[in-house]
Nanobody, 123 residues
Framework: VQLQASGGGLVQAGGSLRLSCAAS????????VGWFRQAPGKGREFASAVSASGYSTWYADSVKRRFIISRDNAKKTVYLQMNALEPEDTAVYYC?????????????????WGQGTQVTVSS
């Protein structure tokens, strides 16, 4: 599976962005997909994830009620709608995919990673 993240950019605080993670490969619909982010000088942290079916979703406390994850398996794409953005959301955002192993929050649960897309939120 190959993943391509897109949709990042520069936005003012309070604004919105929608990230997309487009996949190639026949098994995408079998995989959970997660979004992780890495701010300058910090480690990679979990943001959100969605199960293979789309029925289950997970969010970090820091993004809960602001971000919405969804997927369209027919289009092999996962979306992350980010609302009420804050300067603290500034980071490179990565999407990742893999079979669900019981812990959607862990980067180690994912086998495939995209290249990342930069999100910058100005105050």
């Amino acid at each position: 599976v190959q993943l391509q993240a897109s949709g990042g950019g520069l936005v003012q605080a309070g604004g919105s962005l929608r990230l997309s993670c487009a996949a190639s490969g026949r098994t995408f619909s079998d995989y959970a997909v997660g979004w992780f982010r890495q701010a300058p000088g910090k480690g990679r942290e979990f943001a959100s994830a969605v199960s293979a079916s789309g029925y289950s979703t997970w969010y970090a406390d820091s993004v809960k009620r602001r971000f919405i994850i969804s997927r369209d398996n027919a289009k092999k794409t996962v979306y992350l709608q980010m609302n009420a953005l804050e300067p603290e959301d500034t980071a490179v955002y990565y999407c990742a995919a893999g079979p669900y192993r019981g812990n959607a929050y862990s980067a180690g649960s994912y086998d495939y990673w995209g290249q990342g897309t930069q999100v910058t939120v100005s105050s």
